[in-house]
């Protein structure tokens, strides 16, 4: 087979894009050498054929985000073989290069898919021009894709906070973990910083200059997240007019996270251990494997391995995820972390919000420790940041109704009484510190966006 590889170069002070792989598929073994020569240096790998056959074979093997091929090859043409490859679900860049300057052939080629097109002869900066736009077009639809989701994930992650016996493990535990590429699952109740330590993981690990692409399995619904994950090919089912990448493919060269893995239905959780497994992945209706070059973090909230005797959750991928297995633990069991925490998000938010850093004497301080925080890390977090807007601790969301033990005393003298005007303030300060943003407001006062705008409806209607 006519192929060649050329490994990633050693220097690459050119400008270029080092994290992209790129096939050449063209019958003229000059063309093949001038235009390895030329981007061979510029970016990670450079694969090359001779036919669309050549091809084909590089691409079941290796992810590839540029194709820069001729048209008139022996055998298949350029243009069929680009129809095949994008009814086969291939959504990567695609150069078309030819001899002959025909308009009809440019618009078929344009119809099938080619993202560009250029004429033979070409010069250096007209080939490098052309690989620069669509680099750039496929970053941009990466970021954009990436910053959608971003918005869905949890706000003001930073680094993790604590130096208890415990926290101090689970930092030995990530920095040992983070660069050995193995699926990695996390598990501990809610809001005790499963997040955080998924994006530490990433940040700490070999592909951290890749997307970070949090999933949450919970809020996709069942009958799409098989295609939500690992794409589409076009016509997979009704409504499939074109073929789509999934979040597999967004993530790829950095961390896909899987939250709340226990909500996943049973049929996928046995197509995403064979991902796990064979390294690569099939979009739906799609023939293609597409080789992965990612790490997958997965958590959950439940005891996963409950979920296994209960029948809910695959033995199996059970086992492969809890090779490397994080627990967090709860808040209540590492309480001399409170102070630190209370200190890290008191400097962290009141700048934000606009406001002083809340003072909180040492009676306010021993409520905290005898609290027993369902809501761990994030609802303490919450509790600052209602305070802070409010300008004193406030303790009332902790306990509600009437204040009990040593809450009574903790309760700052000089705010409304009236329970609604209370609320309202709040309210309005969150709203505000967020502007506006309602979906944001209502993650951090945790309730529905529903609800926070059926509350504000009955102000609006008073
Ligand atoms: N050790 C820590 N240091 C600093 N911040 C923390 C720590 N643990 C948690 N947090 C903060 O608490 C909040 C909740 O954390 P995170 O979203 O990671 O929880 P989670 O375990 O994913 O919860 P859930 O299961 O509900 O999704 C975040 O704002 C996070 O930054
Ligand atoms: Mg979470």
């Known amino acids: 087979m006519e192929t060649s590889f050329i490994p990633p170069s050693p220097e690459r002070t050119l400008e270029g894009w080092p994290d992209w792989s790129i096939l050449i598929v063209d019958d ?7 235009l390895v020569k030329t981007l061979a240096p510029r970016c990670h790998f450079v694969m090359s054929a001779t036919s669309a056959e050549d091809g084909a074979h590089w691409l079941r093997g290796h992810h590839v985000d540029l194709v820069i091929l001729d048209i008139s090859l022996p055998g298949k ?9 994008r009814e086969h679900g291939f959504t990567g860049e695609v150069i078309l290069i030819t001899a002959f300057a025909d308009l009809d052939t440019a618009i078929e080629a344009l119809r099938a898919g080619a993202s560009d097109f250029i ?23 990466r970021e954009n894709f990436v910053l959608r989701r971003a918005v ?14 415990s926290m101090q493990q689970l930092r030995e535990s990530i920095a040992r973990v983070a660069p050995v590429n193995s699926t990695v699952l996390l598990q501990g109740e809610s809001g005790t910083g499963k997040e955080l330590v998924a994006r530490e993981l990433h940040a700490l690990g070999s592909r951290a200059g890749g997307p970070f692409v949090p999933v949450n399995c919970a809020a996709v619904s069942p009958e799409l997240i098989e295609s939500e994950l690992f794409g589409h090919a076009k016509g997979a089912f009704t409504g499939a007019t074109r073929a789509r990448d999934g979040l597999f493919h967004y993530a790829q060269g950095g961390t896909l996270f899987l939250d709340e893995i226990a909500e996943l239905p049973l049929p996928i959780q046995a197509t995403l251990l064979r991902a796990i497994e064979d390294l690569n992945i099939r979009p739906v209706g799609s023939e293609q494997l597409v080789p992965l070059n990612l790490r997958i973090v997965a958590a959950t909230n439940r005891q996963l391995s409950d979920e296994v005797t209960a029948g809910r959750f695959r033995k199996d991928l059970y086992f492969r995820l809890q090779v490397v297995d994080l627990t ?7 309480k001399d972390d409170i102070a630190e925490l209370v200190a890290h ?3 962290q938010l009141a700048p934000s919000l606009g406001v002083e ?9 021993d409520f905290l420790r005898q609290y027993d925080w369902p809501g761990n890390v994030r609802e303490l977090r919450n509790l600052i940041e209602r305070s802070l807007i409010l300008g004193s601790l406030n303790v009332s969301a ?15 003298p000089a705010r409304p009484t009236d329970l609604h005007t209370l609320e309202k303030m709040h309210i309005l300060s969150v709203l505000d510190s967020v502007h506006g943003d309602k979906t944001r407001a209502a993650q951090l006062l945790g309730v529905s966006r529903r609800t926070l705008e059926r509350r504000v409806a009955e102000w609006g209607a008073a």
């Open 28 to 34: 003229e073994q000059g063309m093949l050498n001038f």
């Open 77 to 85: 043409s350029g243009v069929a073989w680009l129809k095949e490859l």
């Open 119 to 141: 004429l033979k002869p070409f010069r250096v900066p007209q080939i490098l021009n052309a690989v620069k736009h669509c680099y750039e077009r496929s970053r941009l639809r």
């Open 152 to 165: 869905v994930s949890t706000p003001g992650l930073g680094a993790l906070v604590g130096n208890s016996a």
């Open 328 to 334: 967090l633990p709860p808040l209540r069991q590492h």
């Open 345 to 347: 998000f008191n400097a």
């Open 357 to 365: 850093p809340l003072r909180i004497s040492e009676q306010e301080m």
């Open 398 to 412: 902790l306990y509600p109704g009437e204040a009990r033990g040593p809450a009574a005393d903790t309760q700052a």
